[in-house]
Nanobody, 120 residues
Framework: QVQLVESGGGLVQPGGSLGLSCAASGTFFAVNAMGWYRQAPGEQRELVATISRGGRPNYSDSVKGRATISRDNAKDTVYLQMNSLKPEDTAVYYC??????????????WGRGTQVTVSS
């Protein structure tokens, strides 16, 4: 069974920093793109950042310049480092990955989410 397991998150003061990680586990052929999304109460889930297997990042305008996404393909793990956090960054952060289940088929998987709260 394939799982995405997130770690990190918690309570951070405004202006602070936080790191999230997400590891894919189970049986799969390879990991394509990975990413982070977030959902604030009463809001739709939105893109934070994605990264291709080759390491090309893509950021939403709301976090550009404050976030860094990276990955370790040997560990099937994606990381998100966020700096200069703002109260509006408060949300549940979800890991996302496009996993190749075999050489010709893939599926999108989601983690269970980790809470990030930015408050003084």
């Amino acid at each position: 069974q394939v799982q995405l397991v997130e770690s990190g998150g918690g309570l951070v003061q405004p202006g602070g920093s936080l790191g999230l990680s997400c590891a894919a586990s189970g049986t799969f052929f390879a990991v394509n793109a990975m990413g982070w999304y977030r959902q604030a109460p009463g809001e739709q889930r939105e893109l934070v950042a994605t990264i291709s297997r080759g390491g090309r990042p893509n950021y939403s305008d709301s976090v550009k310049g404050r976030a860094t996404i990276s990955r370790d393909n040997a560990k099937d793990t994606v990381y998100l480092q966020m700096n200069s956090l703002k109260p509006e960054d408060t949300a549940v952060y979800y890991c996302n990955a496009d996993l190749l289940l075999d050489p010709i088929s893939s599926n999108i998987y989601w983690g269970r989410g980790t809470q990030v709260t930015v408050s003084s």
